[in-house]
């Protein structure tokens, strides 16, 4: 497989992750049973653009792009983009997102908005929330962003297959800033499963799927080596950082100035000084530091979670020094995001383990008008499990019956989830829809603060509280992408 990208013909039996076809089967099989008359599929329907809307219309075409990763001599290396150049889009507050999603893949994909508190509909969710878009297909995902931040986007299934191969891009909703910046610097960090010929190494392995992930080599910002952002000397510069890799965990730090984090995950956080910044997958950190006064002095983004300090990128100064007073770290706009009210507020579990038993797949279903609904589709299944939310490994235990949702939450209701880890490893848990704040862990003093991700680390157990109020059928899963695709996912329902 190391040799055969997604975009050449792949086995789809390997193909990994997320809810897919079996969501399909249970939701309509539900549908059909209910209606009676063999109807299939309905999916959730996103509420209308407002005729006077303010919209930034962008068009995202899912195709193979060569391009120089590993430097010459090494040959070009076949790549997976929505554009052309960095897939990065900047939208304001207030405004709508129109992105036509064209797939010229050889396999259906879909755009899942990162941390972005969408209409359910709008989620990206192939066979929950719409359908799979299919080769040659098109389809225009419409919402306005409720809050301000660093967000990101990528497919939702085969994922590891896809994001892998570079199907990512970078969403920022602006709008956050009292005082703005000198710079804005966007650092989207993965590592390139690829050797030093630009050629593909695995992208899932056993050893990996069962442990902490199968790593790159090739670590790159904004797919580049260690590059060198020049921003004005002496200049308030804010830093986005986004971990997009999926697998490798950052430690965050600055060598050269002190820096400050003033948002996680997009949201605004009272700013912090940063020893370092601890981040698995999908996790993003905002920073704002002061440039250096002398022209051609540099600073260091750096990873701790290493042996030796890596250097990721650096900054340096230049031009004539901006004239600025000594610098004190300005606190963003607040945002949107409900305050969970925690008295009285239901506390559940959600306990991450290994999984005792393979996930059956059940068979295919011939319905009544004669179509056949594939309870899974084998682009977005895992051929082996390895991980489970509350002992349930997806996508299912039963031939006859999905695993009904892990929870099921009422509309307006705050919640606090107690994330238990029960094993070896780190594990990254994301929250499709919903925004939730982080507010302790039995491992010692943590920062309270938003997020969408967070990481639990072996034998912790991380509370979050959020208020569910984003209707729909929603996922959760560990972000470790391996962990997702072999496992560790399920569904969680607000009524």
């Not at 299939?40 to 962008?58: G, I, L």
């Not at 995950?265 to 996790?283: E, F, I, V």
């Not at 002095?297 to 750096?302: E, G, I, S, T």
């Not at 034998?459 to 391996?482: L, Q, S, T, Y």
Request: with cysteine.
């Amino acid at each position: 497989m190391a040799k055969q990208p997604l975009f050449m013909s792949i086995s789809r039996r390997r193909a990994i992750t997320s809810l897919g076809g079996v969501v399909l089967a249970g939701t309509a099989l539900a549908a059909w049973r209910a209606l009676g008359d063999g109807r299939t599929q309905s999916y959730p329907q996103a509420p209308a653009m407002p005729a006077d809307a303010q919209v930034h219309r962008e068009e995202l075409v899912a195709k193979l792009r060569t391009r120089q990763l590993v430097p010459a001599p090494a040959p070009v290396t076949p790549t997976l983009s929505y554009t052309d150049g960095p897939s990065l889009l900047r939208v304001r507050k207030g405004e709508w997102l129109e992105a036509t999603l064209a797939n010229r893949l050889k396999e259906h994909t879909t755009i899942h908005w990162h941390g972005i508190r969408v209409p359910n509909a709008m989620d990206g969710v192939p066979y929950l929330t719409q359908p799979p878009v299919q080769p040659g297909e098109e389809f225009t995902y419409r919402f306005q962003p409720p809050d301000t931040g660093t967000f990101f986007f990528h497919p939702h299934c085969n994922t590891i297959e896809q994001l892998g191969h570079g199907l990512a891009g970078v969403l920022i909703v602006e709008g956050d800033e009292a005082r703005p910046h000198d710079a804005d610097l966007v650092c989207a960090y993965r590592d390139w499963r690829v050797d030093k010929n630009g050629r593909y190494t695995p992208m899932l392995t056993d050893a990996g799927a069962s442990k902490a992930g199968t790593f790159g080599d090739f670590r790159t910002i904004n797919d580049e080596v260690r590059p060198v952002f020049k921003v004005p000397a002496n200049g308030d510069i804010r830093v986005r950082f986004l971990n997009l890799d999926m697998s490798r965990v950052v430690d965050l730090g600055v060598i050269g100035t002190d820096a400050w984090v003033i948002a996680t995950d997009g949201n605004p956080l009272s700013p912090q000084k940063l020893k370092s910044w601890r981040m698995g997958p999908a996790m993003r950190a905002d920073l704002t530091l002061r440039a250096p006064m002398k022209p051609g002095d540099r600073l260091q983004l750096v990873n701790y979670y290493a042996p030796q300090p890596i250097v990721m990128a650096e900054i340096e100064a230049s031009g004539e020094p901006l004239n600025r007073p000594d610098f004190m770290p300005a606190e963003l706009l607040p945002s949107s995001i409900p305050e969970p009210d925690l008295e009285g507020a239901e506390t559940v579990q959600l306990r991450l383990s290994a999984s005792s038993a393979p996930a059956d797949l059940p068979p295919d279903l011939v319905l009544p008008d004669g179509s056949v609904l594939r309870y899974a589709d084998a682009l977005c299944l895992a051929p082996k499990t390895f991980w489970a939310l509350n002992g349930q490994p997806w996508p299912s235990q039963s031939h006859e019956v999905l695993p009904p949702p892990l929870f099921t939450f009422q509309r307006g209701r705050t919640y606090v989830m107690e994330l238990i880890n029960q094993t070896p490893h780190i594990h990254p848990i994301h929250l499709h829809g919903h925004t939730f704040k982080v507010l302790s862990s039995n491992k010692g003093d943590i920062i309270p603060h938003f997020a969408d991700t967070t990481i639990v680390a072996p034998k912790e157990r991380v509370k979050i509280a959020f208020v569910a109020d984003n209707p729909g059928d929603w996922m959760i899963h560990c972000h470790i992408i391996e962990h997702q695709d072999t496992g560790m996912m399920g569904i969680f329902r607000v009524v």
